[in-house]
């Protein structure tokens, strides 16, 4: 006699968080935290789009990424137009993106309100507000 089990449901996958930054050191604290709390995780640097050396319209459609974590560094009026462009992008335009900076109040005081997280001293017990962020957005995939 045969007997099928019931299928079970699928097994999520953990969320993609894409971290775009200008700071190496800032790149693999987020890779570690975020991995930690149980997202997978890509990177790129913003000097790579910023060259021409990465494409981000061809980052987003092979990784995919559920939240994009884009970093605002100085010169900010430059980085933020540099982000306005990029964010323009169509294959950017349904993804969740969390803005972060280190020093919130000179950007916004150059290009108006932002909505970015600071991140001051880059250290894991000071990302609880961007972990906050993220979460709200990501949804496991089923």
């Not at 097994?11 to 930054?21: C, E, F, G, L, M």
């Not at 993220?134 to 949804?139: D, H, N, T």
């Amino acid at each position: 006699m045969n007997r099928s089990r019931p299928a079970e449901p699928p097994t999520p996958v953990s969320p993609v968080i894409a971290v775009i930054n200008s700071n190496d050191d800032l790149v693999q604290l987020l890779r570690d935290e975020l991995a930690r709390a149980g997202f997978t995780v890509v990177t790129a640097h913003v000097r790579e789009f910023k060259s021409g050396h990465e494409d981000f319209s061809a980052f987003l459609s092979g990784h995919k990424p559920d939240v994009v974590v884009y970093d605002i560094s100085v010169p900010y009026e430059e980085n933020w137009s540099f982000f306005q462009n990029v964010r323009s992008v169509p294959e950017a335009q349904d993804r969740h993106v969390v803005v972060t900076t280190v020093n919130k109040r000179v950007l916004e005081e150059r290009v108006g309100p932002t909505g970015a997280i600071e991140i001051q001293g880059g250290r894991a017990d000071d990302l609880d507000g961007l972990l906050e962020a993220v979460q709200k957005f990501a949804r496991p995939k089923r």
